[in-house]
């Protein structure tokens, strides 16, 4: 059967247009990488692998297994909806925005015992610095993207053949949980 | 509309999504403490690091999609 232009290029449209998406974020994350890749080279190449010792391992720690776990409730959003549970999508995207602001609370702390212990103006304060607050950011952004996909499907957006608004918002915040898992290391345990 | 809810599926998925989490705290554990109790640990380190991020890419945010299409 023949099918009209309109309805061909609608076909087409479904077709491509969600592969042309991911390839789209995926060469955003290849850009963001080369920012983190920066960073954290400066560190390395500016300081070694030496480190403070008055690094706050246990708040590091704590606030890693916090990002991990919010990693898995951004991923249980993705599956709810896909699977066509809009009360999943709404909790587990609830569930994610809360730990990305305990996460960054977190972050506040070490900013504070960084400002004391190891200022801006030393090497490795720099380092820290910049590469929490570079993260931090990342964080921010996500949590308010988090909060507009949340917004949206409360008010019925998304099905489960057409929810890519969750979905490159949740690629996005396991891309910052993938930057932290480079970050962890390079700024704690080396 | 209303949508049916595909509940086996969704287990499925998010039993897998689970697993994958245990790993990753077990790995963020195993991380801490080789960089505590070793002099030299870049090398372990940065194998854990690689671990944490395959598992993260591959199965949170499914990479092989990008050359595969489709859900």
Redesign the interface.
């Known amino acids: 059967m023949a099918l009209s232009a309109g309805a061909a290029h609608e076909r087409a449209e479904a077709m491509w247009r969600?592969?042309a998406n991911?390839?789209g974020l995926?060469l955003f994350f290849a850009s963001e990488a080369f920012l983190f890749a920066a960073f954290i080279s400066a560190r390395f190449v500016t300081s070694g692998?030496d480190k403070p010792d008055a690094l706050n391992?246990p708040l590091a720690?704590a606030i890693?297994?916090v990002l991990?776990?919010s990693?898995?409730s951004?991923?249980?959003a993705e599956?709810?909806i896909?699977?066509?549970?809009?009360k999943?999508l709404i909790r587990y995207l609830s569930i994610t925005i809360f730990l990305g602001l305990v996460f960054l609370v977190g972050v506040v702390f070490e900013f504070r015992e960084a400002v004391e212990y190891f200022p801006p103006g030393t090497i490795y304060g720099s380092n820290f610095v910049a590469l929490i607050g570079l993260h931090g950011f990342h964080v921010f952004t996500g949590i308010v993207a988090l909060a507009v996909a949340l917004g949206l499907g409360k008010k019925g957006h998304f099905?489960?053949d057409d929810y890519w608004g969750v979905e490159g918002v949740v690629?996005y915040w396991?891309?910052v949980?993938?930057a932290w898992?480079?970050i962890?290391?390079t700024l704690?345990?080396? | 509309m209303t949508t049916q809810v595909d509940a086996v599926g969704l287990r499925a998925k998010a039993r897998l999504g689970i697993r994958v989490a245990v790993w990753l705290a077990v790995l963020t554990v195993v991380e801490y403490f080789v960089a505590v109790g070793l002099d030299s640990p870049l090398v372990w380190l940065l194998f854990l690091a690689a671990a944490k991020g395959w598992l993260i890419m591959r199965y949170f945010m499914h990479v092989n999609e990008v050359f595969e299409g489709g859900h």
Do not use: C, N
């Open positions: 969600p592969r991911r390839l995926w692998t391992q720690l890693t297994v991990l776990a990693s898995i951004a991923y249980l599956t709810s896909a699977h066509g549970d809009r999943g099905e489960p690629k396991h891309f949980d993938l898992v480079i962890y290391p704690y345990l080396f």
